[in-house]
């Protein structure tokens, strides 16, 4: 995206977690650090499920993908996610990334990222070329680790089954810190029926 002299703002679409589930993040993070040391752990605090990165936006942009949101909010009803079992990208042989996925309300997920995908076409945010995932990810395997230990700590835990209930699209800006991301919701639209 070319800069033409406008201010840009880092930013993402995602849906908000509910604060059982952060928790249920805290306690999986904090079994693992003590078997995972070569990993950098995500906050509990910050997580989400992000539909769309959508990178630099000139602040001009911002009301235009602010009233795309709000028309998709009048237009999805809320629904319940369901939190899943642990895995690795890109897979055992070479994790990568650890995460936590969905196991209920991954259609209705799916129907929303499509929303999203299309209503900012015309903003000019092309589709995402991978097929969309939803997972939290936990953390980030920072060196080599002994992959058959890392497979066994991950398989040692049961994710509690915590259902969520999606009532709010958020475009939230991200911040580069030192200490990591640090995000700032700039526009909040409650889903059909919480209204």
């Not at 995602?14 to 003590?34: C, H, P, Q, V």
């Not at 949101?69 to 079992?85: M, P, R, V, Y």
């Not at 990208?89 to 969905?102: A, L, N």
């Not at 992959?147 to 969520?164: A, D, F, H, N």
Request: one cysteine or more.
């Amino acid at each position: 995206m070319e800069d033409v002299g406008g201010v840009k703002v880092r930013s993402f679409i995602a849906l908000e977690l509910s604060g059982e589930a952060l928790a249920e993040f805290g306690r999986i993070t904090d079994i693992l650090k003590n078997s995972c040391l070569s990993v950098k752990w995500v906050k509990a605090s910050s997580q989400h499920l992000t539909l769309k990165f959508l990178g630099n936006v000139k602040t001009e942009k911002i009301e235009a993908i602010a009233d795309k949101l709000k028309k998709i909010a009048l237009e999805t009803l809320s629904f319940e996610i369901q939190l899943g079992n642990i895995g690795v990208f890109p897979g055992w042989g070479d994790p990568r990334v650890i995460w936590v996925g969905m196991k209920k309300g991954l259609p209705k997920a799916k129907l929303l990222k499509d929303a999203v995908d299309e209503a900012i076409l015309e903003e000019g945010f092309e589709k995402d070329a991978r097929e969309f995932r939803p997972h939290f990810t936990i953390g980030r395997v920072k060196k080599e680790i002994v992959k058959s230990e890392l497979k066994l700590e991950i398989q040692k835990i049961k994710v509690k089954p915590i259902s969520i209930r999606i009532s709010k699209i958020i475009l939230f800006k991200s911040t580069l810190h030192s200490t990591g991301s640090r995000y700032e919701p700039l526009v909040i639209e409650s889903l059909a029926g919480m209204r």
